[in-house]
């Protein structure tokens, strides 16, 4: 009578009995049950027990019980052991399904891939496989074509697609001396590269190892529920015998009801939803952003975005476009470049970039300087035509006297947010180069998006306070902390840690320590391979919009796993007393089989909810020009 009532839902009986019942679920034990009693009979054996444990006591403790109901001429019930079996599978069957679905964002990089390529080859272009393509080789790209591999253009110009790799719609213009990516597809132009970067080398192939990575990575909360998954399942055993033992014993129900309910107890105590929760949503989180150009590298990045409460920015090359210009000359304008170009052809700064730019503008001729030595943070020395000369910031000029007309002047050029250089010789500055390096078109509106949400936002410079305020005004930055060596730059970032977590974001120019310092580290793909490594996010794209985009996604991804686990966690909890039969007197039961099936939802509910984060709605990023 009991039994009927448990197994109601699922409670009728095969014309031929229990003979049949008996072969058709042996027959779904061997084929389908076996798998999980293998491993559950592997993890006993190293002392481990997990969600398969739970499957395999409980199926099997429903069959074997019935085989022996079956001689005894006893109730049976083998269609739970069946059912359990059948429902936990397709379950999973769907899960991987889903599964495969949300990883799909690398095989859908990889597949981005061109196939082959029309390389020169002793002066005439031969079609060769990618894989056959050199570091060197000239490749030929036609209108339309994908680009095979990274290379930079040595003849022609072209506007490319570059949305596959960078997340980015609008096509961008290249010409001679500009950088080709590899899988990305060209306009309407044709040109000629040169191969810079093939094989693993390539920023997709790179890429694709991230996301691969960050996709298998764990996040630090998953430790607690592998914590709680190990305990778990011995207490569910220990719950289930309590269970019998209560029924059988104190209630006095039939040895087959009284093992129903312990059967049930397992079954819908399984914590495979748990084991879900975090590992669906890591995936579908860094896929979905890794499509925006927004590389995610590991779970733990994502868990520590969550209470940033800083975001410090590197000034150049990060708020900045990062290619200075010389804007005006003091002094005898061509001496005063010929001397700095001198002294700058050996160094890899930025702002010697720019005066070696203004120097070959002005076709101006000078010699490479002997003795040539860079400080950091102040500037260079050299010795040119014999004579001791210098240029850098006045840090560098400690016991040369500056005149009062060239710092009034250099006092209004910084205001205009204009680094300037001293240029000198002897013991004599001769003049001044004013460098301009103009925002990012992007950078006041990423900065306003972080503000709206609470953030507070600093920049770090090697620049003087003066150009570094100005150009913090320009974008709307808090505070500026300005003649930092870069040296000092990671020892300012764990000044800012003792109020909070805090992201850093850079190029790795000079700032490496500062990004692998910081709580999170986000370093601008247009930045250097160091850069990239020490970053724990990577932004494709040049755009400082997507810092904001990166944190709003990875907070949407570990609430969501927060969520999962709340859910999965939930539903083990309340469902135990129901399968144990604790609201039995008012009518509520839970069959073995309805537990699978719960099981077999609450999984796919899991994994669902990670897929849906897919579609999560991102507030776009304040649109401020
Ligand atoms: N090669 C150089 N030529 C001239 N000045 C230099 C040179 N290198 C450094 N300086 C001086 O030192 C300052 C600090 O340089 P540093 O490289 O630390 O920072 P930065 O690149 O200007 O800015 P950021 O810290 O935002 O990247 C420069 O603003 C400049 O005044
Ligand atoms: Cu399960």
Known sequence: MLIEMILKPFGWMLPGGELTMFALTTIVMIIAGGPFIKTATAAFKKHHSNMDTLVAIGTSTAYIYSVYAMLTHQPVFFESAAFVVTFVLLGQVFEERMRNNASNAVEKLVNLQAKDAEVIRDGKPVKV??????????IRVRPGEKIAVDGQI??????????????????????VGDSVVGATVNGTGAFTFKATKIGKNTMLSQIVALVKKAQNSHA???????????????????????????????????????????????????????????????????????RMGILIKNGEVLEAVNDVKTVIFDKTGTITVGKPQVTDVIGDTSTVLKIAASLEASSEHPLAAAIMKKAKDDDLKFTKATNFKAIQGKGVEATVAGKHAFVGNEKLLADVAIQAEIRSKMTTLQKEAKTVVFVGQENQVIGLIAIQDAPKKTSKAAIHALKSRGLKTVMLTGD??????AVADQVGIDQVVADVLPSDKADQVRS??????????????????????????????????????????VLVK??????????ELSRKTFNRIKLNLFWAFVYNVLGIPVAAGVFYFIGLTLSPELAGLAMALSSLSVVTSS???????LTPSAQIA
Request: aromatic share 4%; glycine share 10%; hydrophobic share 50%.
């Open 611 to 617: 897929v849906l984060l897919n579609k999560a709605k």
């Open 154 to 175: 040595v003849e022609g110009s072209s506007t490319i697609d570059e949305s596959m790799v960078t997340g980015e719609s609008m096509p961008t213009n290249k010409k």
């Open 542 to 551: 040049n755009d400082l919009r997507d810092v904001d985009r990166a944190l």
């Open 464 to 469: 003087n306070e003066a150009v570094a305020r």
């Open 220 to 290: 630090p909360i998953q430790g607690l529920t592998d914590k709680v998954a190990n305990i778990f399942v011995p207490v569910v055993i220990m719950v289930a015998v309590l269970t019998f033992l209560i029924w059988y014993v104190f209630i006095g129900a039939s040895i087959a009801s009284s093992l129903i309910f312990a059967v049930s107890v397992v079954v819908i105590a399984c914590p495979c939803a748990l084991g879900l929760a975090t590992p669906t949503a890591l995936m579908v989180g860094t896929g979905r952003s890794a």
């Open 129 to 138: 496989p990618v894989s056959e393509i050199v570091l060197g080789d000239l």
């Open 496 to 537: 800012f840690q003792t109020t909070g977590r805090v992201a850093f974001v850079g190029d790795g120019i000079n700032d490496a320590p500062a990004l692998s310092t910081a709580d999170v580290g986000i370093a601008m793909g247009s930045g250097t391979d160091i850069a990239i490594e020490s970053g724990g996010i």
